[in-house]
Every structure is written in structure tokens, then in C-alpha cells.
């Protein structure tokens, strides 16, 4: 009877060990899972991130061509009017004729 109930003891203790091994395993499988989750969101993060910022970057340059574009078409225009004689005649026919006027 000795013999069984040690024998009762000994399984009860290995069947024991085994599920505290289990729960560890488990548990560190269930950490390293996190941990793989958790660095995956990061790089996610950092892929929008940096996708973003590139969109942003190209848009700003986009931007400044056009700005660029358009200063350049403004001082074409400007030079034009300031070499136009003819328009700087009737400019100065008007000034001369508000200022008699007034």
C-alpha cells in the first residue's frame, strides 16, 4: 500500500512538473507572440510614417516648381509692361489727366 501511495505521490508530482513546464512554455511563446506583434506595429507605423513623409516631400517640391514657374511668368509679364511704351503713355495720359482733373 506503501508502495502505491508513493507511487500516487510521484505521478502527482510529475504530473504537476509537466503542467507548470507546459504553462511556462506557453507563456513564453505567448510573450515572444506579443513581442513579434508588437514590433510588427512599429514597422507598420513606420512604413506610414515614412510613405507620409515622402508624399509630403513631393508635394512640397511639386509646390515649389509651380511657385517658381509662376514667379517666372509674373516677371515676364512685368518686364512686358515695363518695356511697352505705348501702355506707359496711356498710364501717364491718365495720371496727368486725374491729377488736372482734381
Known sequence: MANVIT???EI???CAEEI???QRESTNKIDAHRLALEEKKENEFAAIIFAGNE???QALEEAKEET???SITA???IERLVQNQELKE???EKIV???LSG
Open 97 to 99: 489727366s486725374i491729377l
Open 75 to 77: 516677371d515676364r509679364e
Open 55 to 57: 508624399r509630403l516631400a
Open 20 to 22: 507548470d513546464k507546459a
Open 12 to 14: 502527482e508530482k510529475q
Open 90 to 92: 496711356t498710364i501717364k
Open 68 to 70: 517658381r514657374i509662376e
Open 7 to 9: 507511487r500516487i505521490v
